[in-house]
């Protein structure tokens, strides 16, 4: 599994989308827990997935700057029950 998720990715982390990049990094969580894979593949898929983190904390952070610019206002904490 770990090396057609390498190979099917051919796009760079930049290039991909939110979705695609948390895929990405699914299978790679899954690769390193289940298979046995040389230490030389391993430490590329870790690689790779350290890129895909710091790739999705941007674009939700960047996401999260949109809808504090859209709302006018900072975002607080969701609280359960304080309507």
Same mark, same amino acid.
């Given at each position: 599994?770990?090396?057609?998720?390498?190979?099917?990715?051919?796009?760079? $982390?930049?290039?991909? *989308?939110?979705?695609?990049?948390? /895929?990405? @990094?699914?299978?790679?969580?899954? =690769?390193? !827990?289940?298979?046995?894979?040389?230490?030389?593949?391993?430490?590329?898929?870790?690689?790779?997935?350290?890129?895909? $983190?710091?790739?999705? *904390?941007?674009?939700?952070?960047? /996401?999260? @700057?949109?809808?504090?610019?859209? =709302?006018? !206002?900072?975002?607080?904490?969701?609280?359960?029950?304080?309507?």
């Amino acid at each position: 599994m770990a090396k057609s998720s390498a190979k099917k990715s051919e796009k760079t $982390v930049e290039e991909l *989308s939110y979705e695609e990049a948390i /895929a990405e @990094l699914e299978g790679i969580v899954t =690769s390193l !827990e289940d298979e046995q894979n040389p230490l030389e593949d391993s430490m590329k898929f870790f690689e790779r997935g350290q890129a895909l $983190v710091a790739h999705c *904390s941007a674009l939700l952070e960047s /996401a999260q @700057l949109k809808v504090q610019k859209l =709302s006018g !206002e900072s975002l607080s904490p969701f609280e359960e029950g304080s309507e």
